[in-house]
């Protein structure tokens, strides 16, 4: 049973479209989470939403709009896709317990802008 | 125009060798630290964390150790095997809503 899943495994599309990526777990945790990871590797957080309410939101573009539907689906939908979008789309989740804050991550997104 | 990327920091061990990754963290109020590793085309996968009260931390041919003084974390991994060759990541908690604040990253390379 896959813990975190993503769909799709990769996208590839045009710049100025508009796409979709969504994440599911069946872990039971309360917290899920949207990671970018760019060329060089380097890791950033972008949103968190623990029980369907939004905890955490960095300095992220407005074209970036996460929608969690139950706690169990945290989707991420990007308007007007630019170049700089193309990375890889980590979705994670969590149930911390004291203390620890132990995320799951899922298998990513490879989004592509050409 | 675009700047030249840095490269990964690589360590490259012989298999049956035992590999230190070290990582500086920033915030000294950090108070929760991870390590996870990331194989090519997957997502990260936890290894080993431990508490801003600790200061080693023992698992599986690993362990972590953590010097709040001068701010640094490492991670050993005893008997190095192929199956470890990844990217490693340390992480730092900076608050309580679960924002982990993700280090650079070593590329760790196993010599058969």
């Known amino acids: 049973d896959t813990a975190v899943s993503q769909t799709p495994k990769y996208l590839v599309t045009q710049m100025g479209n508009d796409k979709s990526i969504k994440c599911e777990q069946n872990?039971?945790?309360?917290?899920m989470y949207w990671y970018k990871q760019d060329s060089k590797k380097f890791l950033k957080i972008m949103f968190s939403?623990?029980?369907?309410?939004?905890?955490i939101n960095e300095t992220v573009p407005n074209r970036f709009s996460p929608k969690s539907p139950d706690k169990a689906h945290l989707n991420l939908h990007i308007n007007s896709l630019e170049l700089g979008d193309s990375a890889v789309y980590f979705c994670?989740?969590?149930?911390?317990?004291?203390?620890?804050?132990?995320?799951?991550f899922g298998p990513g997104t490879r989004l592509t802008v050409t | 125009g675009e700047s030249v990327g840095l490269h990964l920091p690589t360590l490259s061990v012989q298999e049956g060798d035992n590999s230190i990754i070290n990582c500086a963290y920033s915030n000294s109020a950090s108070d929760y630290f991870i390590w996870y590793k990331q194989e090519s085309g997957k997502g990260p996968q936890f290894i080993i964390d431990i508490r801003s009260n600790m200061d080693k931390r023992q698992g599986q041919r690993v362990t972590v150790l953590l010097n709040k003084t001068v701010k640094h974390l490492s991670l050993q991994i005893a008997a190095t095997q192929p199956g470890d060759s990844a990217v490693y990541f340390c992480a730092e908690n900076r608050d309580q809503g679960g924002k982990l604040i993700f280090g650079q990253g070593t590329e760790l390379s196993v010599k058969p």
């Open positions: 939403y623990n029980n369907k309410e939004l905890i």
């Open positions: 872990l039971g945790h309360d917290t």
């Open positions: 994670a989740s969590s149930q911390p317990t004291s203390g620890r804050w132990e995320q799951y």
